[in-house]
């Protein structure tokens, strides 16, 4: 599997996200999901995966 580094967040239009009820978004919002997202995983430095 070769790694390819994207600078765009694009979702997919069939994406979970977007089908998930108010109450599911709520919940999701108040987990350490939404926080890890937000604020640890565009910390990661990605460059040593890159060929």
Known sequence: MSFVRNDNIQL???DKGFSLSTRELEFLKKSYAFYFSEYIFP???ESPFSV
């Open 12 to 14: 997919s239009l069939f």
């Open 43 to 45: 910390k990661i430095d």
